[in-house]
Every structure is written in C-alpha cells, then in structure tokens.
C-alpha cells in the first residue's frame, strides 16, 4: 500500500491535466494570454516522474516521499478544483476568482515589477525585523536579570506591548523623517513585543540550580547571565523570533500604505483598488512564499545553535 502512494502525484497531475484539456471553457472568463497553468502542470509531472524513479532507486528516497506523496498529490487536485470552479465553470464570482493562467501569468509577465517590489518590502523586513529582534532580546534579557528594569520596564511591556503596532501610525507618521525609517519602526515593534515576552518567559523559567551550580564553580554574575542564563532560555527565544516574524509580515501589508511606492504589501492594495484580484493573488503567493522561506531559515539556525533539541520543534 506505502508503494502505491509514489504513484499519486503523477496520477493528480493526470487528471489536473485531463480536466484543464478536456473541459470547455466558460465564455465569462477572460482569456490568458498563455496556458501557463498547463505549463505548471507539465512542469509538476516532470518533477513527479523524477520523483517516482528516485523512489525506485533509493529506498531512503522512497520512505521521505510515500510520506509526503499525499499532500502533494492534494495540493494538485486543489488546483484542479480551482480549475474547475473558475474557468470551467465560473461558480465563483468571475471578478474576485480569476482563472489560474491569469494569476501564473502575472508572476511570469509581471516578474520584474513585483521583482523590484521585493526588494523594496525586504529591505523594510530586514531592517525592522532585525532591530525589532535585537531589542526584543535586549529587554527580555534586562528584565529578566536586572530587577530595577524589571520593575520600571516590565508593566510598560504588559500594557504597550499587546497594542497592534499599526494602531501607532498616527504618531510615527509625525515622530519619524522618512517614511522608510517610519514603516521599519513598525515592523520592529511587532517583533519586539513576542521576542520579548518570550525571552523573558524563559529566563523566569531557568531552573536555579543551573545558576547555583555556576557560582559554586566561581562563576561570575555577568558569566551566568551570558553562558548560562542566556543559553538556557534561547528556546524561547526562538518561539518569539517565530511568533515575531509572522506579525511582522502582517505589518509590513499596512505599513506600506504610508506613503511607500513600492513593495509587495504596497502592490497587493494597489491591485485590490484596481479591481486586479489576478495580480493581488500572484503578490499575496510571492509573499507566502517569502515568509516561508524566512521561517524555514530561522528554523535551520535554530538547529545549529540549539542542537541538543534539534527535531523537537519541526517546521
């Protein structure tokens, strides 16, 4: 039974081919300028064929895809319902819904344009996200070690820190010089908020026989909180990286309505206000796939610097 399952990405290609080919098309629906979704189809069989022969050759191969072969066989026939419920049929709205060769085709005629916009939103990501990481560390540490910032910090965290950061753009649109510095203060403060809580969560979960058995050994307090304490509560430092990055990316989307002239979150409303739901689902999969690439990086850090729990968490 586990062998058969290698066979059922090429069968859903198959019948997402069948039906792409064989089912007319509803006259409603505007016509793409290619069939690049038959392209993507043919593209997937070729990786679904290569798949199968390597599942033939190596037993290791084979075990990792009979495990994944169902989802991808379910990714493909959800294609194939979209196929049918938008061009075939048009039981969605034809406006709100188009047809899956409008939407690859934006990502393939409109590459460079929403290539550029990338860039634009990644340079917003990179800097928020790192500064918002860096002082969410930073004061999870103070608080969690220093009982002065703990008392005068700490409740400021409890009541500012749940705010949406984008409830703040009335007072950083004025607080701020440039719109660029303005958006990335508002992705920082996203990632602040869990980074922080988190790390702070986890130093107050440190057992204290780590730290006494420092001392007896005549650590200092500084070589405790940098070799011990800090080690010892990554974990959740991590968690709120996670928790911290996926906030972040919800900003971003509004952040780049301030005034930006580019950006992926700046394309999507820009498309949704043009009535151009292909090009806005073609920005909304960029992101997506944007998002999932950051977080399966942050997970492949995670498993270098935490070794000892490497597989615990999986992504």
């Not at 070729?46 to 994944?68: C, D, M």
């Not at 034809?94 to 344009?113: A, H, K, N, Q, T």
């Not at 540490?141 to 753009?169: D, K, M």
């Not at 968690?239 to 999507?268: D, P």
Request: charged content about 10%; aromatic content about 14%.
């Amino acid at each position: 039974m586990n062998r058969v399952k290698v066979f059922l990405p090429i069968v859903a290609v198959l019948i997402a081919l069948g039906i792409n080919s064989g089912m007319p098309d509803v006259p409603e629906h505007p016509v793409a300028n290619h069939h690049y979704y038959a392209i993507v189809l043919v593209a997937l069989g070729i990786l679904a064929a290569v798949a199968l022969t390597l599942a033939f050759a190596s037993r290791n191969f084979r075990e990792k895809f009979q495990g994944k072969a169902p989802f991808y066989s379910g990714a493909i026939l959800f294609l194939a319902l979209l196929d049918i419920l938008t061009v075939k049929t048009a039981t969605l709205p034809v406006l709100y819904f188009p047809c899956l060769d409008r939407i690859f085709g934006v990502l393939v005629e409109d590459f460079s344009f929403i290539g550029k916009c990338l860039l634009y939103s990644l340079r917003l990501q990179v800097i928020g996200w790192f500064g918002g990481a860096v002082a969410g560390i930073a004061t999870g540490v103070a608080i969690g070690f220093i009982p002065q910032v703990r008392y005068w910090v700490h409740p400021l965290v409890r009541i500012l820190g749940p705010i949406p950061s984008t409830a703040w753009i009335p007072l950083v649109l004025i607080s701020f010089p440039t719109v660029v510095s303005a958006s990335a203060f508002l992705i920082a403060l996203a990632v602040w908020f869990p980074t922080t809580v988190l790390t702070m969560n986890g130093i107050n979960n440190i057992q204290n026989s780590y730290f006494e058995v420092a001392a007896t050994m005549g650590a200092s307090q500084r070589y405790a909180i940098f070799h011990v304490g800090i080690p010892a509560a990554m974990p959740h430092m991590f968690i709120g990286l996670f928790n911290g990055t996926c906030a972040s990316f919800i900003t971003l989307v509004t952040a780049e309505l301030i005034g930006a002239k580019y950006g992926i979150g700046w394309y999507i409303n820009w498309q949704k206000d043009m009535m151009a739901y292909a090009h806005v689902y073609a920005g909304l999969i960029v992101m997506s796939l944007v998002c999932y690439f950051i977080i399966t990086l942050l997970f492949k850090v995670r498993d270098k610097v935490l070794v000892w729990q490497k597989g615990v968490i999986k992504w």
